[in-house]
């Protein structure tokens, strides 16, 4: 969907980074885990 982005953004040198998803949030969230989870892949990129 945002692939004119994409190319835009690493014409001018960046570079994607990697993904974080949550699934299944409404029938069955574990906000904690998943902060925790988000907490280490932002750990992990930076």
């Known amino acids: 969907v945002y692939w004119h982005l ?11 980074l990697p993904t974080f998803m949550c699934n299944d ?3 069955n969230p574990q906000v904690e885990k998943y902060l925790n989870e988000y907490e280490l892949h932002l750990k ?3």
């Open 6 to 16: 994409h190319k835009a953004h690493e014409f001018i040198g960046m570079k994607a």
């Open 25 to 27: 949030v409404v029938k």
């Open 44 to 46: 992990k990129i930076f």
